[in-house]
């Protein structure tokens, strides 16, 4: 079983940043990919970007050149550095774990962006 645990949430203002974090129980290294999604108000999750094991990213066309993520295996922790953010980003990120095929979620953290 791996638990997942973000941070870094809160809110922020048109244009602002923020960064997530998210620390899981096991090692990251052993994962085939780890990744956030987010799901706003009324509408399904939907993939942020996701880092596969060999460093292979992908982001989804929104945030693209806006959100990085990255990951640091001697710490178990991968992040989200996200940029010039604008309301349409406001949605509870969560952070996932691809165990090959298994899938574990962490609780999510709210993300507001809002003047």
């Known amino acids: 079983q791996v638990q997942l645990v973000e941070s870094g949430g809160g809110l922020v203002q048109p244009g602002g940043s923020l960064r997530l974090s998210c620390a899981a129980s096991g090692s990251i290294s052993d994962f085939a990919a780890m990744g956030w999604y987010r799901q706003a108000p009324g509408k399904q999750r939907e993939l942020v970007a996701r880092?596969?094991?060999?460093?292979?990213?992908d982001y989804a066309d929104s945030v693209k050149g806006r959100f990085t993520i990255s990951r640091v295996n001697a710490k178990n922790t991968v992040t989200l550095q996200m940029n010039s953010l604008g309301p349409e980003d406001t949605a509870v990120y969560y952070c996932?774990?691809?165990?090959?095929?298994?899938?574990?979620w962490g609780q999510g953290t709210q993300v507001t962006v809002s003047s």
């Open positions: 880092m596969t094991n060999s460093g292979t990213t």
């Open positions: 996932n774990a691809d165990v090959y095929y298994k899938y574990y």
